[in-house]
C-alpha cells in the first residue's frame, strides 16, 4: 500500500502504523500501541493505552477510506482525505497495554453528501476471531467542499 493510503498526519500524530487492505469499502490497519505516544494513563493504572489515543487511531483508520471514496469523484486529486466530524456509539471493551498490536478494520456504512459514515473495530492482532475485540465504534467523516 503506498503512503498516500495514509492519513496526511505525520509523527507523533500519525496513528496507524500499516494499511494492510484497502479495497470494497473496507481500510484493515495495524496499530502497534507504544509507550512513546502515551501522553498519561487516563485511569491511574500504569500501563493502559489512552482510550483518546485509541479512538483517534480507529477514526484514522477509516480517512483512507475516505480518500477511495473521493478518487472517483470530481474533487481535484491531493486534497485532503477529509476529517473526523463526528464519534458515535464509541465503547472501550477491554484494556489495551503498552505492547499490544492492534488490528484496526473500518468499514462504510453509509454516506449522505459530501459526508461518510464508518463503523471501526480494534482488536489484538492475532487473537481468535471475535474474541479479541477491545474497542469499536461509528465514526462521520466530512470530506472536503469542491470549489
Known amino acids: 500500500m ?7 498526519h505525520a509523527h507523533p500524530f500519525r496513528m496507524i502504523d500499516l ?33 483518546a489515543l485509541l479512538l483517534e487511531a480507529m477514526a484514522q483508520a477509516a480517512l483512507p477510506l475516505a480518500q477511495a471514496e473521493d ?11 477529509g476529517m473526523i466530524a463526528a464519534i458515535d456509539a464509541a465503547r472501550l471493551l477491554r484494556r489495551v497495554r ?23 473495530v480494534a482488536e489484538i492482532a492475532g487473537a481468535p476471531a471475535g474474541e479479541g475485540i477491545v474497542a469499536e465504534g461509528e465514526f462521520t467523516i466530512a470530506m472536503p467542499e469542491t470549489r
Open 19 to 51: 494499511v494492510l487492505e484497502l479495497e470494497h469499502g473496507v481500510c484493515s490497519t495495524i496499530k502497534a500501541a507504544t509507550s512513546d505516544e502515551v501522553v498519561r494513563d487516563e485511569r491511574g493504572r500504569g500501563g493502559d493505552y489512552p482510550f
Open 71 to 81: 478518487e472517483g469523484s470530481e474533487r481535484a486529486p491531493n486534497r485532503s482525505p
Open 2 to 8: 503506498s503512503q498516500a493510503s495514509l492519513p496526511p
Open 98 to 120: 503498552v505492547g499490544d498490536r492492534l488490528l484496526i478494520t473500518a468499514r462504510v456504512t453509509g454516506g449522505l453528501g459530501s459526508l461518510i459514515r464508518v463503523r471501526s
